[in-house]
Every structure is written in C-alpha cells, then in structure tokens.
C-alpha cells in the first residue's frame, strides 16, 4: 500500500471497477482498487471469458452440423482435458496482467477484504484508508438452495474448472446458466438432466425460440424435469441421488446449482454508514450513488431493473468517473441493452420485447426466417430466425434473434437502434457482400419500409 488516502477507492475490480479507475487516474485523480480475491473480478476470471472460449469449439461442432453429408464427421469431438489446458494458459495470467497494468497506470492496487468504516474511511486488511469516494462494485455470488445436501452442489465456477467430464450431469435451475452449461455437456455425451420449479425455461427470453431451442436439447438427449422443486442431494458411493418434492429421483455424478446469484452485499461495512440494501442489491439514485452521496455502487450489486451484464457494469463505471470528474452532471441514460444467451445455437435480444409489444398498439411485430430465406449464405442453418418490433415510424425499435452468430448479428442492430436509423438511413451505407450479416440487413431493410 503506498498511500492511506486517495480521491476514490474501488471495492471490487471487475469491469464495473476498473474502467473508471483508468479513467480518473488520467484525469489526474489518486486511485485505488481493493480486492479480496482475483484481480478482475467474475467476468474475466470464472465467467464471461472462460464461458466463451470453453463453448466455442463445440460452436464448430454445431456448424459442422449443418453440413451433414457434406463434410464427413464422425469421429470429430472435443477434448475436455486437452481444452481446459488450453483454457489455464489463456485465462490465468489475466488477473496478473491486469494488476500490473493497473499498477504500471499508477492506479494501487490493495488485496484483502475492504470494510467501509465511515463514509471516508476504508479498512483493509487491518490498515485504514482514507478517500474522498467510494465506489462498490463488489459484484455478485452463486445462489445455494436451501435444501437437504446443499454442500454436495456445485456452482458454475467449479464448472468452469472442471478438469475431468462427469458420466451424468445433473442441473437445478433451467435459466442462463443451465442452459448454456447443457448444451456444451450433451455434445461430450454427458448424460444431461434438468429440474426445474416452473413449466418455462429461460424467463425472459422470446419464448418461441426457449420452446425450440429446449427441444432441440431433448432431441440431442437432455432430460427435462419441469414444476419439479428439488428437495434434497444425497451422496450414495461415489455418486449421488437428487430427490424433488414430488418423490422424483435422479441418480447422477455431478450436480450444479444454477438458482441465480445473489449480490455481494455482506461483510462489506455497509450498515456502519446505513446504506439502503436489498436482497437484490444496493440502492442507488440516477447518479449511481448510495444514500451516501460521496459512495457509489456499480454493475452487478446493484438493486436494479436494468440487466446485469458486463456491459451494463463497464457503462455504469465509465457514467461514474465522468460523474465524479463533473464532465456530466445529467442522470445516467441507459441505451437499448443486448441480451445473449450462449447456447447453441444462441440467442438475442435487445429494446422493446416482442411481448411488451404485442400488448402495445403503438407497435408492430414481424418474423423474418432469414435462415431459409438466405440458406447458403447462412450456411444451411435454416432453423436461424428473428423477431422485429417497429414503431409507427418503421423504425426498429427491438428484436430477438435465434441463431449461431445471433450476439455479432444483435450488435448490428444496437446502431440501428440506438441510432433510430430507417431503412432509408441504411440504403445510404455500402455493406460488405457476400456473407451473411449483409443478407440479414437487406431483409431487415425490406421489413423496414
């Protein structure tokens, strides 16, 4: 530690941290981050980083697919083994890289648990620092059902860490993460069983493409257990028993909690200053500030409407450190926000929901199948489709898309959206051609008009 006192301390060091610490620390500002375990925090270490390089080979399984007596596959696979040795050489030295980036900017870098004492007065690791603001960004946790054998889950962290494939998988929850995990576990031949407590997967996703993307899954093997509430996990021998309230039971060799997260709101000194907390995260106002103006919280400990993505967390901490440095004194704006599921194939979404506008004469709602309508070009993945939702002025205004590139196509229509572009703003622009995002936006374009 080479100061005690400083213009801002960040809790935390995950995307909603350290975009702002950069940005303050060129403005000039003393800058330090606290961290209690890997610099960088979930996303870069156990989640969003390690998530996507790990699905994306079975990605090429997923495409080669599609060309099925075409392309001779019958021996292609994906070492697991060879894959998570892959994966250690990519994702471990991150933290260390971004440490000493931080360090080598000015920015202090302090590792231990940080206690806000006062609104000014931080205590790490039995020192005390002291700062103009504090910033939390202490992000979130798995959720652990409170259930009989609860100790014998796992959460997606060890997933992501697993050095050797279970037989069978278990999953409790079928959201984001369940989902996601399962697809990748059934084209490794794990045997993959899903409970979950209602008769929908995916809450929030178009459910349409929830509905074709979970038979898909059942038609490659996965077993789905709906309105199941799980009720205890035993472990017999080497494996274990998971038994739902209804008597439903399951033998299997892994078994992953995927209920949700929870915000990392504890042992952090928030009742020493009275910050208003909920069980979904800390309060803020438009500003991003606690009930204690000089304290800030951004990403996912937030008590918030907005989705809680690493996106979302990086424009918070850039909002934050413009704030501070009073280069805006307006409310936060959030922009229309995309929202990706990595299964396979994947799914998108971002503005207005088809059902939110289904209910809303001021919308219209149209379906392009843009995977038979363009089958070469999109590589014979026939089933790819989006849903549009316009305004009265025809311009595109939300979209939900199922396909395997649907998070580069749904980042395409961020500008459209953002922008309010009309089909006629986009018949200005020269797209590259042939391919396959240039197809979607001539048809998007026709839609438009």
């Not at 796992?154 to 993460?177: C, H, K, Q, V």
């Not at 500030?289 to 993505?309: C, E, F, H, M, W």
């Not at 990706?340 to 199948?369: C, F, M, N, W």
């Not at 459209?416 to 089909?423: C, E, S, V």
Request: negative net charge.
């Amino acid at each position: 530690m080479k100061m005690t006192k400083y213009d801002v301390v960040f809790l935390g060091s995950g995307h909603a941290a350290w975009h702002a610490a950069l940005t303050l620390k060129h403005a000039g500002k003393e800058v330090a981050i606290v961290e209690k375990e890997r610099i960088a925090g979930t996303c870069t270490n156990w989640g969003c980083n390690a998530k996507i390089l790990l699905e994306n080979p079975y990605e090429v399984l997923e495409e080669v697919k599609q060309y099925e007596g075409i392309i001779q596959s019958d021996n292609l696979n994906v070492n697991w083994s060879n894959l998570m040795n892959y994966k250690g050489k990519v994702i471990n030295p991150l933290a260390g890289t971004l440490k000493s980036m931080f360090e080598q900017q000015g920015i202090d870098v302090i590792m231990g648990t940080g206690i806000i004492k006062d609104a000014h007065t931080i205590e790490v690791n039995g020192k005390t620092v002291e700062t103009e603001n504090i910033v939390i960004a202490t992000g979130q946790h798995s959720n652990k059902l409170d259930i009989e054998g609860k100790e014998l889950t796992y959460d997606s962290r060890d997933f992501l860490s697993m050095d050797e494939l279970p037989n069978r998988m278990t999953f409790i929850g079928a959201g984001i993460i369940s989902i996601e995990f399962a697809s990748l576990m059934i084209k490794s031949g794990v045997e993959v069983s899903v409970i979950h407590h209602t008769n929908q997967a995916l809450a929030g996703f178009n459910e349409t493409h929830v509905d074709k993307l979970v038979s898909k899954l059942k038609e490659e093997g996965v077993k789905f257990y709906f309105n199941e509430n799980t009720k205890s996990v035993e472990q017999v021998g080497h494996a274990y028993k998971v038994t739902t309230e209804s008597g439903l039971t399951i033998d299997t060799d892994y078994v992953l909690d995927a209920t949700g997260r929870n915000p990392n709101v504890e042992g952090i000194g928030l009742e020493n200053v009275d910050i208003e907390f909920s069980k979904k995260g800390i309060k803020v106002d438009e500003y991003l500030r606690t009930n204690v103006k000089n304290i800030y919280a951004s990403g996912d400990v937030l008590d918030k409407q907005i989705p809680k993505l690493t996106p979302t967390a990086t424009f918070e901490s850039n909002y934050i450190a413009a704030h501070i440095l009073g280069m805006t004194e307006d409310a936060i704006q959030y922009p229309a926000i995309p929202s990706v599921l990595y299964s396979l194939p994947r799914l998108s979404q971002i503005g207005v929901t088809v059902a939110e506008a289904e209910k809303d004469e001021r919308y219209t709602v149209k379906h392009i199948p843009f995977g038979k309508q363009m089958v070469f070009e999109y590589k014979n993945e026939t089933d790819a489709e989006m849903y549009i939702v316009l305004d009265k002025n025809k311009r595109l205004v939300g979209a939900e898309i199922y396909a395997i590139d649907a998070p580069d196509q749904v980042n395409l229509l961020v500008f459209i959206i953002n922008q309010k572009l009309t089909a006629q703003d986009l018949n200005s622009l020269v797209f590259a051609f042939p391919g396959s995002s240039s197809g979607v936006l001539d048809l998007l374009k026709a839609n438009m008009m």
